[in-house]
């Protein structure tokens, strides 16, 4: 029999379904079987110990105690190393089915973290990381960032046909607003990849009469959907904030620095609290002033 020997934790809890509670060490589990080790102190500095085994059917739910260095890397995971996340992820995923497990949460941890890494084979395994918690997850609150976080790995993958697809259905299925931006910031993501392959592609794009039109509903397309969230749900700062910040590089991307610059100004200025706020500061130093701008008009039409 294949037995899951546990790494060193700290003290686990089985809840069982008769109501009785076990702190104890867990030493090896399956789906079949679970074995744990508990000490007793008898006095005198005696203890005495028994390792039983019971069928994890009898388990309502288990506590576990946390890895070495886990707490750390919770508590702070921008501080944390790659390695040390994939470390405990590779010991806590085998519990993502198991309930009050929070292997998911170290997952979504452990995707984000390989999204913004530089190689494309990293991308891919987030992916995977992200497809076994949709499939395995018992935690269903984790299905929702794990989407996204695989529309995030298709579009940095440049499979984009892919991430538009699924983004659209997501969007069909869903009347979450979250999930509802999170889909429209995908499809508007895939979709600025492809307004910069056309200029890449098409160097003198504004002398040509097939590709300047299908530039400008492209541009405008894009900063339409990045600024959706914005003005259709204001209260969700977070993402109005992060869709702000993407309007502004789609709109410097095409030289018209005055609209971005008046993107960034508005996070600032309405969202000081969120993550993208110290972005938006950070590239308002870096972007010229508006009587500095010599964008061409074709460069900065609007709508």
């Not at 891919?124 to 949709?134: E, G, K, N, P, S």
Request: include cysteine; charged fraction near 30%.
């Amino acid at each position: 029999m294949f037995w899951l020997v546990m790494a060193a934790r700290a003290e686990d809890v089985l809840h069982l379904k008769d109501g009785k509670v076990i702190r104890c060490e867990i030493t090896a589990i399956t789906d079949n079987v679970l074995s744990y080790k508990t000490t007793i102190d008898l006095g005198n500095g005696r203890t005495a110990s028994a390792e039983p085994t019971i069928s994890p059917e009898a388990v309502d739910f288990i506590e576990f105690g946390p890895l070495p260095g886990e707490a750390e890397i919770l508590a702070d995971p921008e501080g944390a190393s790659l390695d040390a996340i994939q470390k405990l992820w590779d010991e806590e995923s085998r519990h993502l089915h198991r309930p009050r497990s929070n292997a998911g949460e170290i997952g979504l941890l452990y995707g984000i973290r390989l999204l913004a890494e530089p190689d494309d084979f990293q991308w891919r395994f987030a992916m995977a990381v992200f497809d076994r918690i949709l499939e395995r997850d018992w935690n269903t609150e984790h299905h929702a960032p794990a989407k996204s976080g695989r529309l995030r790995a298709l579009i940095q993958l440049g499979r984009l046909d892919e991430a538009i697809a699924e983004a659209r259905q997501l969007a069909k299925e869903s009347d979450d607003p979250e999930m509802l931006i999170e889909a429209r910031y995908a499809i508007a993501r895939a979709d600025f990849e492809k307004l910069k392959q056309l200029e890449a592609d098409n160097p003198k794009w504004e002398e040509d009469d097939l590709v300047r039109p299908k530039r400008e509903r492209l541009y405008h397309g894009v900063v339409d959907e990045f600024l959706w969230p914005y003005l259709f749900h204001g209260t969700e700062e977070a993402l109005a904030a992060r869709g702000l910040v993407a309007a502004a590089e789609a709109h410097r991307f095409v030289g018209n620095t005055t609209e971005a610059r008046a993107c960034l100004g508005d996070v600032v200025a309405l969202y000081p609290d969120t993550p993208s706020a110290s972005e938006a500061r950070e590239l308002l130093e870096t972007y010229p002033e508006p009587d500095s701008e010599h964008a061409s008009p074709s460069n900065t039409e609007t709508n």
